[in-house]
């Protein structure tokens, strides 16, 4: 029968023990094989299956690698060959930054370095950056293309300048009108002028001293141009051929002063100081076909809304912005009710201002856009939607508002001022950002009228002078180079005269 293993180890102890007594520097070995053969007796059983120690002893060791590191199992040998693969090949360049020799050029350079600094490197700040980017120029390719520069209007100054001795400082007034064939109307106490923007050419188109009309009171070009309406202290409105020079007609029929006028096609608004606002159809006879009677004190400002011909904003001394929709041959007041009394009601009315709203505009990107500005207590302009009198924005300015006008090229507004600042500011619309405001006049800005192409701002105040602002650019310039408005580079760049 075979031994069992306790009484082969036993047997093989006797052993080891009796040639350990003869040879005492085997004793050692003889130890260590000991040691191996009761471990290998451990692990082996009868059955030769493995054992559950030496599983146990497996998990453990697997369970020690996997926490060290889950994707590299041995990582000191893995740096260790990526050092001996890699070491021999690095390329050992100087340091970027040298602090003892200087410093290196490769320190965020793009291309050339920058100029040295100079006492003029502020006031010379282009020519600089065209050095710094010149090598750059020469590959189209990269080159980026550049923004418009920023307009600065703080230090805009007039094209051109005129006297006018006896332009009345009055608010009520509007003695200023352009027409789209560039002719512009001022009137001056008595007395009407017509100036050539073109040629600059002036005359004088009629004496009201002559007729016993007083002094003029407002002006309006038809929009074709061709007629020129005048209101005067008399309360009546005279009409003129522009060509001819000749006077067409007189309309009476208002009780007071005729302060503001407007055109739409062949009918003619008209509002007094009576609070009423007439309107004229100048083709015919009776020329009043309306009245309509929504002020309570003198109106100030008539606006036609463009492209259309029946609505009609209006503002007044009574500080109302009204809305009207008047239907050319049917207005809202047939001849009946006016034989009976009966009055015509605006669209809407608004009260919103605090002073007398004398500047009105309509918006030519937005026809349903309105914007009313008031007097000296209230400093405000709103905007209005036409067709349902909501009030969409205001803007709170400094000085009074005496005249606005949007602009054809830009989503801009532009407002004129009187006391105190008699300044011209521009505000974008509809973010309301202030683009730039500059001192206009030494007294009230009260007349204002745009070029007919919409980039020059002419402006009359009680500083007796008319000054013309270069305030936009046109988008589409005439071939063979850009022509002045006003004809200022034909005269040799002359910008200063007389209306008179």
Same mark, same amino acid.
């Given at each position: 029968?075979?031994?069992?293993?306790?009484?082969?180890?036993?047997?093989?102890?006797?052993?080891?023990?009796?040639?350990?007594?003869?040879?005492?520097?085997?004793?050692?070995?003889?130890?260590?094989?000991?040691?191996?053969?009761?471990?290998?007796?451990?692990?082996?059983?009868?059955?030769?299956?493995?054992?559950?120690?030496?599983?146990?002893?497996?998990?453990?060791? @697997?369970?020690?690698?996997?926490?060290?590191?889950?994707?590299?199992?041995?990582?000191?040998?893995?740096?260790?060959?990526?050092?001996?693969?890699?070491?021999?090949?690095?390329?050992?360049?100087?340091?970027?930054?040298?602090?003892?020799?200087?410093?290196?050029?490769?320190?965020?350079?793009?291309?050339?370095?920058?100029?040295?600094?100079?006492?003029? !490197?502020?006031?010379?700040? +282009?020519?600089?950056?065209?050095?710094?980017?010149?090598? +750059?120029? %020469?590959?189209?390719?990269?080159?980026?293309?550049?923004?418009?520069?920023?307009?600065?209007?703080?230090?805009?100054?007039?094209? +051109?300048?005129?006297?006018?001795?006896?332009?009345?400082?009055?608010?009520?007034?509007?003695?200023?009108?352009?027409?789209?064939?560039?002719?512009?109307? !001022?009137?001056?106490? %008595?007395?009407?002028?017509?100036?050539?923007?073109?040629?600059?050419?002036?005359?004088?188109?009629?004496?009201?001293?002559?007729?016993?009309?007083?002094?003029?009171?407002?002006?309006?070009?038809?929009?074709?141009?061709?007629?020129?309406?005048?209101?005067?202290?008399?309360?009546?409105?005279?009409?003129?051929?522009?060509?001819?020079?000749?006077?067409?007609?007189?309309?009476?029929?208002?009780? %007071?002063?005729? =302060?503001?006028?407007?055109?739409?096609?062949? !009918?003619?608004?008209?509002?007094?100081?009576?609070?009423?606002?007439?309107?004229?159809?100048?083709?015919?006879?009776?020329?009043?076909?309306?009245?309509?009677?929504?002020? %309570?004190?003198?109106?100030?400002?008539?606006?036609?809304?463009?492209?259309?011909?029946?609505?009609?904003?209006? =503002?007044?001394?009574?500080?109302?912005?009204?809305?009207?929709?008047?239907?050319?041959?049917?207005?809202?007041?047939s001849a009946a009710d006016l034989a009976?009394?009966?009055?015509?009601?605006? +669209?809407?009315?608004?009260?919103?201002?605090?002073?007398?709203?004398?500047?009105?505009?309509?918006?030519?990107? @937005?026809?349903?856009?309105?914007?009313?500005?008031?007097?000296?207590?209230?400093? @405000?302009?709103?905007?209005?939607?036409?067709?349902?009198?909501?009030?969409?924005?205001?803007?709170?300015?400094?000085?009074?508002?005496?005249?606005?006008?949007?602009?054809?090229?830009?989503?801009?507004?532009?407002?004129?001022?009187?006391?105190?600042?008699?300044?011209?500011?521009?505000?974008?619309?509809?973010?309301?950002?202030?683009?730039?405001?500059?001192?206009?006049?030494?007294?009230?800005?009260?007349?204002?009228?745009?070029?007919?192409?919409?980039?020059?701002?002419?402006? =009359?105040?009680?500083?007796?002078?008319?000054?013309?602002?270069?305030?936009?650019?046109?988008?589409?310039a005439p071939a063979g180079g850009k022509?002045?408005?006003? =004809?200022?580079?034909?005269?040799?760049?002359?910008?200063?005269?007389?209306?008179?």
């Amino acid at each position: 029968m075979p031994s069992s293993p306790q009484s082969l180890t036993a047997e093989l102890s006797k052993l080891t023990l009796s040639r350990d007594e003869h040879h005492p520097s085997r004793s050692s070995s003889a130890d260590s094989l000991r040691r191996e053969n009761t471990r290998t007796m451990d692990v082996v059983g009868r059955s030769g299956d493995t054992s559950v120690s030496q599983i146990s002893e497996t998990k453990r060791e @697997t369970k020690k690698v996997s926490e060290a590191d889950r994707f590299v199992p041995n990582r000191a040998a893995l740096e260790a060959n990526n050092t001996l693969e890699h070491d021999g090949s690095i390329d050992r360049d100087a340091p970027l930054l040298n602090t003892e020799g200087g410093s290196s050029k490769r320190i965020l350079a793009f291309a050339e370095p920058p100029p040295a600094s100079s006492a003029s !490197v502020h006031t010379d700040i +282009r020519l600089n950056l065209a050095r710094s980017t010149g090598s +750059r120029s %020469a590959n189209p390719a990269s080159t980026k293309p550049q923004a418009n520069p920023k307009r600065n209007l703080s230090k805009l100054k007039p094209d +051109r300048v005129l006297d006018a001795p006896g332009l009345v400082d009055d608010f009520y007034y509007n003695l200023l009108s352009w027409s789209s064939t560039n002719l512009l109307a !001022v009137g001056i106490g %008595a007395r009407v002028f017509v100036w050539n923007a073109d040629d600059g050419s002036v005359k004088e188109l009629c004496n009201g001293e002559d007729q016993g009309c007083g002094d003029v009171q407002s002006l309006k070009w038809s929009e074709d141009g061709s007629y020129l309406a005048t209101g005067w202290a008399d309360s009546t409105i005279q009409i003129y051929d522009i060509e001819s020079g000749k006077r067409l007609r007189k309309m009476a029929g208002h009780l %007071a002063r005729v =302060g503001t006028l407007s055109w739409s096609q062949h !009918v003619l608004a008209s509002g007094s100081k009576s609070g009423q606002i007439h309107m004229h159809d100048v083709r015919i006879q009776q020329h009043k076909v309306d009245e309509l009677n929504g002020h %309570a004190s003198e109106v100030t400002g008539l606006a036609w809304k463009p492209q259309e011909s029946f609505s009609l904003a209006s =503002g007044g001394n009574d500080n109302v912005v009204n809305c009207w929709d008047w239907r050319v041959g049917t207005g809202t007041s047939s001849a009946a009710d006016l034989a009976q009394g009966r009055k015509s009601e605006p +669209r809407w009315s608004k009260r919103n201002h605090e002073a007398a709203v004398k500047a009105l505009a309509w918006c030519p990107w @937005t026809p349903s856009l309105l914007a009313s500005g008031g007097g000296t207590g209230d400093h @405000t302009i709103h905007f209005w939607q036409s067709a349902t009198g909501a009030r969409l924005n205001s803007i709170k300015l400094d000085s009074q508002v005496t005249g606005l006008h949007f602009s054809h090229h830009t989503r801009e507004i532009l407002s004129t001022h009187g006391f105190p600042e008699n300044n011209i500011q521009v505000h974008s619309y509809p973010s309301l950002a202030n683009v730039g405001a500059w001192p206009a006049h030494d007294a009230r800005v009260l007349h204002s009228g745009l070029s007919p192409d919409g980039t020059i701002l002419a402006t =009359g105040a009680g500083d007796e002078a008319l000054k013309f602002w270069k305030v936009w650019e046109s988008k589409a310039a005439p071939a063979g180079g850009k022509k002045s408005t006003m =004809g200022i580079l034909e005269r040799g760049g002359q910008k200063s005269g007389n209306i008179r």
